[in-house]
């Protein structure tokens, strides 16, 4: 069985979630997701809309939507990496069990971008490191993981991490901070 195949069929059980597909604390952008989600299922989305619709919200589906399209963004972000590369580096923070390291790690990164970003100015990187640490001592990133993939099926468990290995083989390059690895070793090895 191909790997499409293997992902779609994993999650098979997992319904489309019709007109609520978002997270109730959603709000900007959430009535537009509503909207074009509506009617479209896993096997419907386009690289078009990996890039109009989830890049940059992926955070906002629920569990069940979450679930429900994760097949989809996971062969698209895997086959169509030329056109979905930045939302594919947000999948793989997705699939990626979160730790405070992670943070302050790439907030540290900030100081190594060209000086013209004015990111490492520290009137913009210090409000910035704040807000991000905030964030995450809110406990909300690790809830959101937890929440998705605790109660995964083995068979489920086994698709991702089969994913993230044949991400890991054709992209790994792009993620030169053992990202992939990462995801890997602190949650999907387990289904190995």
Same mark, same amino acid.
């Given at each position: 069985m191909d790997l499409r195949a293997? /992902?779609?069929?994993a999650?098979?059980s997992?319904?489309?979630?019709g007109?609520?597909?978002v997270r109730?604390?959603?709000?900007?952008g959430?009535?537009?997701m509503?909207?074009?989600l $509506?009617s479209?299922?896993?096997?419907?989305?386009s690289?078009d809309d990996?890039?109009?619709?989830?890049?940059?919200?992926?955070w906002m589906?629920?569990?069940e939507?979450?679930l429900?399209?994760l097949?989809?963004?996971m062969d698209?972000?895997?086959?169509?990496?030329d056109?979905?590369?930045?939302? $594919?580096?947000?999948?793989?923070g $997705?699939l990626t069990?979160?730790?405070?390291n992670?943070?302050?790690a790439?907030l540290?990164?900030l100081?190594?971008l060209?000086?013209?970003?004015g990111?490492?100015?520290p009137a913009v990187?210090?409000? /910035?490191r704040r807000q991000?640490?905030e964030?995450?001592d809110?406990?909300?990133p690790?809830a959101?993981?937890e929440?998705?993939f605790?109660?995964?099926s083995?068979?489920?468990?086994?698709?991702i991490?089969a994913?993230?290995?044949a991400?890991?083989?054709?992209?790994g $390059?792009?993620?030169?901070?053992?990202e992939?690895?990462?995801?890997?070793?602190?949650?999907?090895a387990q289904f190995?």
């Amino acid at each position: 069985m191909d790997l499409r195949a293997r /992902l779609f069929d994993a999650f098979a059980s997992r319904p489309h979630q019709g007109t609520n597909p978002v997270r109730p604390d959603s709000e900007a952008g959430a009535d537009r997701m509503r909207d074009v989600l $509506a009617s479209k299922t896993a096997s419907d989305i386009s690289p078009d809309d990996v890039n109009s619709v989830f890049e940059g919200n992926l955070w906002m589906l629920n569990r069940e939507a979450f679930l429900h399209y994760l097949p989809a963004l996971m062969d698209i972000a895997l086959d169509r990496y030329d056109k979905v590369s930045v939302f $594919a580096s947000e999948l793989i923070g $997705a699939l990626t069990k979160p730790d405070r390291n992670d943070v302050l790690a790439s907030l540290d990164r900030l100081d190594q971008l060209p000086p013209e970003l004015g990111l490492s100015d520290p009137a913009v990187a210090d409000p /910035l490191r704040r807000q991000q640490l905030e964030w995450f001592d809110s406990g909300t990133p690790t809830a959101i993981f937890e929440e998705r993939f605790n109660d995964l099926s083995d068979p489920e468990g086994a698709a991702i991490l089969a994913f993230l290995e044949a991400f890991r083989d054709q992209h790994g $390059a792009n993620f030169p901070f053992g990202e992939l690895d990462t995801a890997i070793d602190r949650h999907w090895a387990q289904f190995g």
